[in-house]
């Protein structure tokens, strides 16, 4: 056993394990993935059990050895049944604990090959009477590759969807088999020859688009029992998936569209009602076009909600609009770049950046002034929402010495304090969209992450240990929003950008499977 490798230990966010402190990056991504094609999902019969393998690839070509995972499951509609371990080295044991909705696996050695390998093979069940399906998460708690490095803070890791399935690929008579009798179906339509009452679109199990002699060598290989790499034959065919996950207060984003807030494109500042899985767009005026970088914010009472608009020359300005997003009101004008708005907790004042710096105005507009001793350079802020609170976080963008996370006051320079600066080597963080927990006490930032974007949470002192909460390997995860439902955000998934929602357990619900880009959401934070 290599002398660099470690004990495994760990804090608890929202019950869920985390490193304590993130290492330095080596600027190589380690992405642990499901072995799920795009944004495709994985599906199962009633009460019928799936098999997801857990494939790792390494960018700096090292190969995974000891590793501990956090699979997270939602287990009102999954159970856990085993994992097993597909490492070369199989003289370690793989350790599997199992808690209320997760499973921690873990080894002392891999040793898997250096570029690209499955390393471990997980199987659930749908439970009885589950109507649709259950999402799975998944953290590493610690990483180490075959160069005894540690690369938990390269982790990219990644979300699968376990559907309820109707049917199988490859089961042309609907006996939910595939045996020889399915070959011989999809031989005789694959020579020209009719196959009434069969169900012969199930037979490409090759998903390329029809059904040829190949599909029916897989599907004789696997009723034979033989492997049938490439093919999906005897996977199920979903019918029922993972409900869209609501939430309790409306929800407020922006639409991607052909040309930013034209309504008939359907992009915009769109709104989710409470408890409701649609969207509606609720439209820019001509001389307020939305810009979609910046999360819409709603005040404290739930009666208006800020967002980042576009003025005639395309400058960023801060516009205010009524709940149900009529009644758009300019509160700044002109050619300066105005972003990050955010409400003062009793929602009479709105802190923001312009130019780089930090300001603050009246609700109504007025009153616009620099905050004493501003920093150059900020690119988020966020008002602490406790009541009282002149107290902000703020992040500076670039690598000098004063890039990072930062808290402050309002008021005076005094007790500004670093709470999160970038490592002391390899890649920095250039840490943005800041915000703070509903109860005031941690912070969550996206940061830039081995050539992507992750999103961080991280305690609000001086020097706290930033954790890294989503990194997917499909694609940048950003925008984040901590709501007392969890943490709100945007990532790249299936070819767009969706939203997401992290929630307390560790599992992740889809908001919308709509084909147009959404970007940056924002709910009153309780």
Excluded at 170 to 194: C, K, T
Excluded at 292 to 318: E, H, K
Excluded at 499 to 505: A, T
């Amino acid at each position: 056993m290599r002398a660099a490798r470690r004990g495994i230990w760990a804090l608890v966010l929202w019950g869920a394990t985390v490193t304590p402190g993130l290492q330095a990056q080596s600027g190589y991504p380690m992405r642990i993935q499901f072995d799920l094609a795009g944004d495709s999902v994985a599906a199962a019969l009633d009460t019928g059990r799936v098999d997801l393998l857990l494939v790792s690839y390494d960018q700096r070509a090292s190969g995974l050895d000891s590793f501990a995972l956090r699979v997270a499951f939602d287990s009102t509609k999954l159970d856990f049944v085993g994992a097993a371990k597909l490492c070369p080295d199989a003289s370690v044991p793989l350790n599997v604990a199992v808690g209320a909705g997760y499973a921690d696996l873990s080894t002392s050695s891999c040793n898997s090959s250096y570029n690209f390998a499955s390393f471990a093979r997980v199987t659930f069940r749908l439970r009885p009477g589950a109507p649709d399906g259950g999402t799975i998460g998944l953290r590493a708690l610690a990483l180490m590759d075959n160069g005894a490095l540690d690369r938990t803070a390269d982790f990219e890791g990644d979300f699968a969807e376990v559907c309820h399935a109707g049917a199988v690929w490859g089961d042309v008579d609907g006996n939910l088999e595939v045996n020889s009798r399915d070959a011989l179906v999809a031989l005789s339509a694959a020579v020209g020859l009719p196959a009434p009452g069969f169900e012969l679109a199930r037979g490409d199990v090759d998903a390329d688009g029809a059904v040829s002699a190949r599909d029916a060598l897989f599907m004789l290989a696997a009723s034979i029992g033989l492997p049938t790499p490439g093919s999906r034959v005897t996977r199920g065919i979903a019918d029922r998936c993972v409900a869209q996950t609501v939430l309790p207060r409306p929800l407020y984003f922006s639409r991607g569209g052909t040309t930013p807030g034209q309504v008939a494109f359907g992009s915009g500042l769109s709104i989710r009602a409470a408890l409701d899985s649609t969207a509606t767009v609720a439209g820019d005026s001509a001389d307020a076009l939305m810009s979609y970088p910046w999360r819409p914010r709603v005040s404290p009472d739930g009666s208006a909600v800020l967002f980042v608009c576009l003025n005639s020359s395309l400058y960023p300005n801060i516009c205010k609009a009524n709940a149900d997003g009529s009644g758009v009101v300019r509160l700044t004008t002109g050619f300066s770049s105005d972003q990050s708005p955010d409400w003062s907790p009793d929602g009479s004042q709105i802190v923001f950046v312009r130019g780089g710096q930090l300001y603050t105005m009246n609700a109504d507009g007025t009153g616009v002034a620099l905050v004493p001793s501003s920093p150059t350079g900020a690119t988020s802020v966020a008002w602490q929402p406790v009541g009282g609170s002149r107290r902000v976080a703020y992040t500076i963008g670039g690598s000098g010495a004063s890039a990072g996370v930062h808290t402050r006051s309002l008021d005076s320079l005094a007790n500004d304090t670093l709470v999160v600066g970038n490592p002391t080597c390899c890649a920095r963080y250039d840490a943005r969209w800041v915000d703070w927990s509903p109860a005031g006490d941690s912070l969550v930032f996206d940061i830039a992450l081995n050539g992507g974007r992750a999103v961080m949470v991280a305690g609000n002192a001086a020097g706290a240990q930033p954790r890294t909460v989503v990194s997917w390997a499909s694609g940048p995860a950003q925008h984040p929003a901590w709501t007392d439902q969890g943490l709100l955000f945007s990532a790249f998934r299936g070819g767009f950008y969706r939203l997401f929602l992290l929630k307390p357990g560790g599992t992740v619900g889809r908001i919308g499977r709509d084909t147009r880009d959404n970007f940056a959401p924002g709910m009153r934070r309780q």
